[in-house]
């Protein structure tokens, strides 16, 4: 199966929910959503491993105990159950995210 997603696309359809957060497309244990938050980042931690790739924006990302900036073009990982958010973003700040493998994450 071949499915095209596009930054444009997928803000434009999270707009139009009023949302911060979409799912886009699911695949076996893959789900993959986009992601704007407006102003603050309320997001708590997963069940699943994730994989966020900045589409837009610049920002600090904190995961746990890290806080690094962040920029277009970024992948940030982060484990199951590990507290994260972003913080002092840009207005246009948008990411892809990924979720993948079982409930607890994988094993490293």
Known sequence: MHQRLTPASAL???DQAK????????????EVEIFQPAGIDRQTPHRR?????VIAGRGYFVCGDTRQQFGPGELLFVPAGTPHHF???TKDFSAWVMFYGPQGGEAA
């Open 19 to 30: 949302k911060t957060a979409a799912g886009m497309f699911r695949h076996g244990s893959l």
């Open 87 to 89: 913080e002092d973003f």
């Open 49 to 53: 491993d994730e994989l966020c790739m």
């Open 12 to 14: 434009a359809a999270l």
